[in-house]
């Protein structure tokens, strides 16, 4: 499934993820530096209804949200090296906790992921445009 979208119209684009998603709960964002990972991972909070203050998770690594079906893991993974220093910072905890997990960078440590991972691929068109491909698992 593909759903292309203005900045204007990021919230109808995640409010379709989310349908689109099904039971999934570990969402894997690709896309280069700039197409948006964490733009639509703060639409994707907002759609759920997120009630703690959605930060950029690039230093931290994890950051943990409340949302009215309880918690929800944002994840970063741009400043790991691989899956063991993933590990150690508790990426896989949460990754198999049951929680929803949005994850940018997921090739950081692609070997950690559960195999119903949702894979979610950003690419942008132009500055205000945006494609999200939604792949088949």
């Known amino acids: 499934m593909e759903i292309r979208f203005t900045l204007d119209e990021i919230g109808e684009a995640a409010r379709k993820c989310w349908e689109a998603a099904g039971n999934a709960r570990v969402f894997a964002l690709h896309g280069a530096m700039g197409a948006g990972k964490t733009t639509f ?9 997120v009630t703690s203050m959605v930060g ?7 950051n943990e949200y ?4 309880g918690k929800m893991y944002h994840i970063d993974l741009y ?3 691989d899956e063991e220093e993933a590990m150690q910072a508790g990426v896989e905890d949460c990754l198999y906790s049951g929680n ?6 997921p090739e950081r440590a692609p070997g950690i992921f559960p195999e119903n991972t949702l894979s979610l691929y950003l690419e942008a068109i132009d500055p205000q445009t945006r494609v999200l491909r939604i792949a088949d698992n």
Do not use: Q, Y
């Not at 991972?41 to 209804?49: E, I, Q, T, V």
């Not at 950029?56 to 994890?62: A, D, E, K, W």
């Not at 929803?100 to 960078?105: F, M, N, R």
């Open 41 to 49: 991972s703060h639409a994707l909070c907002d759609a759920k209804g």
């Open 56 to 62: 950029s998770p690039t230093f931290s690594i994890i």
């Open 66 to 69: 409340a949302w009215p079906g």
């Open 79 to 81: 400043r790991l090296k």
């Open 100 to 105: 929803i997990c949005l994850v940018e960078w």
